[in-house]
């Protein structure tokens, strides 16, 4: 189900988001009760996300730099801030989560950008990460599968095929982001206990492939990380 919703993202983004929010929140609840949680929502732009967080319970505030994102689909979420994710006007140790999906693919340096994410995270709270790895097969977002001939030239040929630019803009508002980036990070963050790191998309069972450099980068598609900043 997941694997087919990609198929749709934009042509039935409603349906595509909201499927992917429920079943985070599922993911989530296996490491703590939602209900009554502050929730920051990295790069959240239309609420599909944090609409599932108060569903759940929870209290969740949209951080997302693009305005037009957060008000797209009749604005899910009534409480957003238009902020970059490293600039957002949040004190430190200010909420319970802080969850970020397929956000860091959209920045050119994923390491202190989950730092900041990271900061605003009480002791004992969660930081809940998910990205798309470059080099899986949807790496290229909706230029995929031809990025594997190199980001530029797969928009290029989109812009041809579609009579416009791509959504997401190889080296402006996308990056190549590798798994091992997100591995590195999370293991430089002493301060920070690893809950679960996994493919986001596959069984519990595929975490394994983490550890096969090369392999993790095609197969993992998007990586699931949970760790704890203890109390």
Known sequence: MLFRSFLTEQTDPEGFYSLIADDTVRLMARHTQLAGKTIADFGGGGGFYSAAFTRAGASSLVVDADLGEITAHGSHHPLSVVALAEQAPLADESVDIAFSSNLLEHVPDLGPVADQIARVVKPGGLIVLSYTAWLGPWGGHETSPWHYLGGH???????????????????????????????????????????????????????????????????????????????
């Open 153 to 231: 030239r797969a928009a290029r040929r989109y812009e041809r095929k579609n009579g416009h630019p791509p959504k997401n803009v190889f080296g402006e508002s996308m990056f190549a982001a590798s798994v091992k980036d997100g591995l590195d990070w999370a293991r430089s963050r002493s301060d920070l206990q690893i809950l679960e790191e996994r493919p986001r998309y596959l069984p519990p069972g595929s975490r394994h492939l983490l550890r096969v450099p090369g392999v993790r980068e095609v197969l993992t598609w998007n990586l699931w990380q949970v760790l704890r900043k203890p109390a």
